[in-house]
Each structure stands twice: as C-alpha cells, then as structure tokens.
C-alpha cells in the first residue's frame, strides 16, 4: 500500500467516528514515518493518543511485517506502549484495539500488567500479540526471562505514556535503564514520549532520549482553556481559619452536583475521600449507586467498576483522589470539582481536564475550600494558569539501588559483563556519571551483599561465572527477585476482606493492628465491623447498626505546595490580585495588615509574638511543608548557637512557627543572618537527626536493592514490623561493620535531596537573600499565624480533642478583633 493510500485508509476511519485529524496530529504521523524519535507536549483530551498511535499505523499498512504462519505462532511484536497506572493500561489497551480493529489490520493488542488475565500474561509470555499495553514495573518483570529480548527482535516503537508522571522518580529510573536495554538491542527502535502537563520540556526530553539531544518536541493542540471558579461563603458568613475538611460546604456542594449529569470530585487524601463519600450517602437524593467512591488503595476490580460506570454515564458522583488524575477518558464527565487546595498548578490543570474529555472542549473546576486562606491560593493557581506557570519535575540520578535491581534482573536473563552493562547504563541520565568506583561497589553489593554480608548466603544473589559473565543460578534467588521487582513499596499493606466475599482493598497496618474485634470503620464507601485480623487480613462483614466509625489514615497523604504556587500566593496575599476570592478575603487580609503586615514578595514577613504560654515566632516563605520543615530546623539550630534554648516547631504550606522556651530578642538584622546559605549542608546536617531519618528511608533502599526478603507465594505476608525489624537490624549491621556501603550513602542522600529538599532550601535562602525582612510585633495571634498555632497543638498532649481547643481559640480571636 502506497503513502497515499495508507492516509485516505486511516482519514476514513477517521471520518466514521465523525473527527478529522487535527494539525499536530499529522505533524506527528510526518515525524514518525519520518524514523525519528521525540516527545508530544499536548494537553489531556486532545487526542495525543491517536497523534501517536497513527504512525505505527500508517507504517504498518505501508511497509507490513511478516504475518504468523498460523494465529497460536510467535507475532513479532510492532509496538510497546508504556504507561504509569494499570487503569490507564487497561483503557489505552481498548482505545487501541478499537482502531485497529476500525482499520482491519489484524493486530492483536494485548495488556501486561498486575490487572491483566492469566490469558493475557501467558499471550505476553509466549509472543503472541503485536501490541503490548504494559507498566514500568511488568516491563522490567518480563525482561527477566531470557527468551524476551529475542521476540522484540522487529521491535519498531515504544511509546512512554504520561512521561510526566515518571520523570522525577525511581519508576522513571526503572524504566530508562530497560529502554537502553531496548536500544541497545534493535538500534532501529523509534522512541517517543507523550506528556500533558510538564514545565521541563527540554531537559524531559533529554531523559527520555539522552542519545537523541536535537529529537523534536512536537508541541500539540494549545493548552486547553481552564475554569477556575470557587464556591465562596457567603459574604460575612463565619469561616474556620485552619484545618478543617470541610464537611460544613456539603450543602452548597450538593448543589453543584445537582445541576450536571455526572461529576468527579478529587480530594487530596484517601481518608478525606472516604469521609466525603460518607457524607454525601448520608444527604444522597437518588439512588445510591449513582455515588461512588474511587481511590488507589481500594481493590483493582471495585476500581474497575467505577471506571466503567463513569465511562457508561452511570455515575451521577464519583468521590476520587490522585487515583483518576491520569488521562483514562470519561467523556461523560461534565463537572469537576477541588476540594481543598490541589497544592499544585499542573495538578489542577490536569484534574480540570477529566470533565469533557474530548478534542476541542474548554476545562472547567469548581474548588470547594475547606478553611478561608484556601481562597486565596484558588486564586494563585487561576493567576499561575493565566501566565502558563507549570512545575518542572526534577529527574532523580544515582539512584544505586535501583541500578542493583536492574543489574540482577539482567544476571537472571541470561548473564552480562561488567565492561558492557556499565557501558549502557551510563548511556542513560540516571547514570551518565556513574563512577568506576560505584558501579564495582554494585557489582560486589549482588554477588555478596558488601563486606559485612558476605558471609551470609541469603546476600549471594550473583555469580560471577569464569567466563566473565555475572548470572543467576539459584532458583529460590530468581524467584525472591521476580516477586520484588519495582520500586513502589507496598509493604504493611492489610486486606480487607468480607468474611464470606470479595476484597474490598488494603489499609496500612498501623491502622489495621488498633482495631479489635466488633470495632467499627468506614473503607471503600461502607461501615465494616472487624470479625478476625488473621495473617495480614482483616476479615470483615457490614456493620449491623447505624453508627460512626473511625476512617483509616495512610502515611505520606499530604501533598507540599508546589514552590511556583507558592510565589503566586505570596502575590495574591500581598494585594495583586482583584479576584472574587481575594475579595472575599478582604476583612481577614485586612486584619492581617491592622495587626501585623501583609507578605509581599519584596519582603519576608517574621512575626513575634508574645503569648500566656510562650514566644511564638512566625515566618512565610510560602515555599511548602517539606522546604519549611528544613528551615524551622535550620533556624532553630542557628538560634540556639546565639544562646542555651530548647525550641519546638511546627510547620505548614505557607510558613513555620518557632516556639523557644526562653525568649529569642533578635533585631531584623540578626535575624536575616539566621537565613544566610552560608554551610547550609554542614547546618542541616547538625540540625535534623540525619542517622534517625536515613534509618527509615533506608527500608525502602534495602527492598528495592533486595535486602529485604519478600513474602513467597502461599506464605504468609511480612508484617510492618517484621520488615522494620529486618531492615532496622541490617542498617545497624551495615553502619557498624560497613560504615562506606553504597546503601547506607544512598539513604543519606535522599533524605537531604528528597525528604528535606536540599535544592529548594538553597534556593529559598538565596531569595531570602535578596528580600528584605520586615520584622512585626503583632499583640495576638494573626491569620496567617493562627493555622500555625494550631498545626502545633496537633503534637501537645491534652484531654481535649485539637478541633475543640482550635475552635475555641478561633473564637476568641474573633470576637477580640471583630471578624
């Protein structure tokens, strides 16, 4: 089939659904037929799927591969689509199959990921499909096996989907280091990225094709237009100041979703999606199963019912987190809605673009806050939108322990040399400066465990063969390999289980091991009553009486404010912005100014305030929690070299309070010398418990290394305990005996780049350096400071309950300054 033909065979199809390619999307079908490799920066629900999809068609009907002898033979496989979540997986799997079956070509599209069929697995397996819809994670599993490599032998295209989601993490690094295998082995291989939302186009790029610096990025439709709207108090209406989940807007939410025929509501947490949920049952007007509730720790196949609702238009209100962020198409979507700040503008943007998604139409959300300052930095986001501001994602490098992963998995598939694996890694932007040192400290890290392993066989994954291979032998070590693949940790996980019935999901064990039996929680949208918690799962059954319960809580829930956000905010706080939000905040920014100041970026504010219990003193970098839960340290540590003081903290998004038990009197001078950058890593090392913190980031290092041994098929699981036990016994192992192994660096260096964020506390104190401070007095507790306060009462101990203290304290605020 000529050119020609090829495009009039794929417009037509086309052309049956009612669509017409857009420009991008035949710029990108040009590009492709062309043989290059690149990335495709297009908004969500645009139709970059088919701007990719359609090259490998075109190519396919032009210049065809040999078909099968007979439909059970081994097909070559054409096309390897890679995306981050296994529901995106399974969805780009049917939009693919679709258009292949549209166009007659007789592909077969096949799913391998931790959704997919035993069918579907063993078709993967056995190299009979021509397209694979896959995961980083399945990917790298699959490369194991030695018979793999040889089937993509005719390999022509890998497609990373949602690039953005993998760029800045160890998924991602996961992921280069098997593509540079892919490259390695069919040269001719076009590699392309697809991203809706991202900041570092150039430098993403670079990542994804570090030999391929000119490669194109083919910028797509224009970002689509976004709504940001917010559902406001009314005027003079009383408002809490912090803290809340903002269950008192249920009303007026209820509201908004009356008026559209289905609607995603996102929240940031998993707990506050399960309270939400419960709220909204318990007002819900119509049949309740047009009110669902979606997040990731919930079983795949009660997901995956939800998923199909919203695709069928059955959902009237599906209650989401981060789980329904990535581009699954519900085009029946017509209303999307924030609940608390999204924290960040590339979230916002892509949580917009899940309503009406389809080429051509405009984004619109409704943000819902919970406290009063939420206003504020809905109006942020609006302003950052307006200037096209979006996050870059900083790629992580030297990841080791993941290049111990990757260097097993290859021993297993058949062996490598030292000289030619460490060759092709370096290829890659994780590794381009990995030293000869570090890499032979790896090398002796999987044949050995280290020097302080060594005598344990456990730790002796490698043999080093006298051929100059390094291979695998033992088959328990290939078997504990397979089952750790990956670097998402879902350790201290606890099913969930009906005692006759389905899974319902998992909770964390932490939670899981307060409950005793009869005792209630709300989990996946029902009131459960705990029967048994017997080897990592808890059997349950529906309560049997109306009642509250107690909602799970999981580590890690809380999102930082993105640092670009974070400038937005300071300007809208400062008086730049005429927004309904920053009108309706007038009174309260203007009792700020009355009693203390407003921020402004030509200035960091510091507040000094004296109460009955104390010194409370209060900075607003606006730069995020975890920026400012290294600065409250750092100063706190600088303070007590000036004079003998024990001083707590508390930090939030907009600042950090400082509360010594002697007072601090500091003029603004020697106060901006607190923020200088001068030995900033030197300072932070001595002012945070650096050997408590790589302790706990080192279990997560030791599982994706394979320290930790996995729970074998038809055991029972490991417990949180039984892993912190382990991985706490190897860490005091390693740091008595093997003080330098390559592990215990590694977990140092991720607390300070990661957990502390070293680059953005540099970069703060340089902004600092170039502001001035403007050093208040205030005589009572400001708006800005009272979420502060109370953020610290959360770690006093009381017989109060902290919203009733926090309450209490808000309305003697506001009946002292009439608000």
Known sequence: MTRSEALQRLNGWFASRGWKPLPFQRAMWRHYL?????????????????????????????????APARPSAVRPLQVLWVTPLRAL????????????????????????????????????REGRIDVLVTTPESLALLLTYPDTLPRMHQLRCVVVDEW????????????????????????????????ATLGNLPQARDVLLPDRPDAPIVEGARQRPVTVSSLLPAPGERF??????GLAQLPRVLEALMTARSSLLFTNT????????????????????????HHGSLDPALRQQVEDGLRAGAMRCVVATSSLDLGVDFPEVDQVLQLGSP????????????????????????????????????????????????????????????????????????GFTSRSLLAQVRRTHAFAQLGDAQWQAVLDFIVQGGRALAQYPDFHKVVLDADGYHRVHDRRQALRHRLSIGTISSDGAVRVQFLRGGGLGSVEEQFASRLRRGDRFQFAGRMLELVQLRDMTAYVRLARKAGEGTVPRWQGGQLPLSMPLGRELEAVLSGADDSAESRWLAPLMALQSRLSARPSPAHVLLEDVRRREGQFVFVYPFAGRHIHEALAALLALRCTRRQRNSIGYAVNDHGLVLAPTQPIELQAEQWKELFAADQLLEDLRAAVNLGELARRQFRGIARVAGLLVPSLPGGAPRSLRQLQASAGLLYDVLREHDPEHLLLALAEHEVLQDSLDLPGLQQVLERIGTQSLSLQHPASLTPLGFPLWAERLRGQFSNEDWRTRVLRAAQQLERRHGR
């Open 164 to 195: 953005h989601e993998l760029l800045g993490n160890k998924r991602g690094v996961l992921l280069q280091l098997n593509l540079a295998l892919l490259r390695d082995t069919t040269p001719a291989l076009q590699l392309w990225g697809l991203s």
């Open 89 to 124: 997986a399974s969805d780009t799997a049917r939009a693919l199959q679709s258009v292949v079956d549209g166009l007659g070509l007789g592909w077969r599209v096949g799913l391998r990921s931790g959704d997919a069929s035993q069918r579907e697995r063993r078709l993967a």
């Open 270 to 293: 998993r707990a506050q999606a399960e309270l939400w949920h419960q709220a909204l049952a318990a007002v819900w007007p119509e049949d309740a199963a047009t009110l669902a509730l």
């Open 343 to 414: 924290k960040g503008v590339a979230r916002l943007r892509q949580r917009a673009g899940r309503a009406r998604h389809r080429p051509g139409a405009s984004g619109r959300i409704l943000c819902v806050p919970s406290h009063a300052l939420e206003l504020a930095e809905y109006a942020a986001v609006r302003r950052a939108l307006r200037d096209g501001v979006v996050e870059a994602r900083r790629p992580p490098t030297l990841s080791l322990d993941v290049l111990a992963q990757h260097a097993v998995s290859r021993a297993l598939a058949g």
């Open 240 to 245: 809490p100041w912090a803290g809340h989940l």
């Open 34 to 66: 062309a043989g290059e490799s690149g990335l495709l920066h297009t908004p969500t629900g645009s139709g970059k799927t088919l701007a990719m999809f359609g090259g490998p068609l075109l190519q396919a009907m032009i210049a065809p591969a040999p």
